[in-house]
């Protein structure tokens, strides 16, 4: 059982474009939603997070956006760049608990 | 200065073998975790301990055991080692158990069970 499902496994952006990954969840008693960015031969580590009380939190070129209704949050990369090529993972935590649960990856890749 | 360290990096062994793997944290952290990352780099939640209590088993075999000294380190200890068990293990590690405190991980140690 999938709780939280990641899109598009892989995505290929040309610089300068702007890269979308989404992620949908069911568990309503998740309560923090954050996106982790990991190179190859590293570990994943931390980028943008966002509470379900806003429904937008932006950070440089990084904004997640957030529909509580729809259970659905979302990473925006814009004027991607090459330096940006990784996998993405957007996660999920329950309330009271300190886990995470990860979506399945997106592996971006910006062509020069 | 290495946060979150692990070692080995690279662990071949044959099948059947008894291995761990340790984790050493600086960051003066209570909460430390074990991630499996598969090949198809999906990450889940293995343990997580807090002020070297566990608090969290997921549905893992018994042949891993957790084994937490102190505080500052969380080694996993992986007994009759079969082919399955090859994966990406990372450590991590986050303030207190909070919702918000961010996870920071380790560079992870490539498991190989031949």
């Known amino acids: 059982q999938q709780q939280v499902k990641q899109s598009p496994q892989s995505l290929i952006v040309q610089k300068g474009g702007i890269s979308i990954i989404n992620c949908a969840y069911e568990?309503?008693?998740?309560?923090?939603f954050p996106w982790y960015q990991q190179f190859p031969g590293k570990g994943p580590a931390l980028l943008i997070a966002i509470r379900p009380d806003v429904s937008e939190k932006k950070e440089g070129r990084f904004t997640i956006s957030f529909n509580k209704s729809a259970k659905q949050f979302s990473l925006h990369i814009m004027d991607s760049q090459p330096g940006d090529s990784a996998t993405y993972f957007c996660?999920?935590?329950?309330?009271?608990?300190?886990?995470?649960?990860f979506g399945k990856g997106t592996m971006l890749l910006v062509s020069p | 200065d290495t946060a979150v360290s692990q070692t080995p990096k690279y662990l071949v062994t044959q099948m059947g073998n008894d291995k761990s793997i340790k984790c050493e944290q600086n960051?003066?952290?209570?909460?430390m975790y074990w991630y499996k990352q598969d090949s198809k780099k999906f990450l889940k939640i293995m343990f997580s301990?807090?002020?070297?209590?566990?608090?969290i088993n997921e549905t893992v075999p018994n042949r891993f055991s957790p084994k937490s000294p102190d505080k500052a380190h969380l080694n996993l200890h992986i007994n009759s080692l079969e082919l399955g068990d090859s994966a990406v293990y990372f450590c991590?590690?986050?303030?207190?158990?909070?919702?918000?405190?961010?996870?920071?991980f380790g560079p992870g140690t490539r498991l190989t069970v031949l």
């Open positions: 568990n309503t008693a998740f309560d923090y």
């Open positions: 996660a999920a935590r329950r309330s009271g608990y300190s886990t995470l649960t």
């Open positions: 991590a590690s986050s303030p207190k158990l909070s919702v918000t405190d961010t996870q920071y």
């Open positions: 960051l003066g952290h209570d909460t």
């Open positions: 301990y807090n002020n070297k209590e566990l608090i």
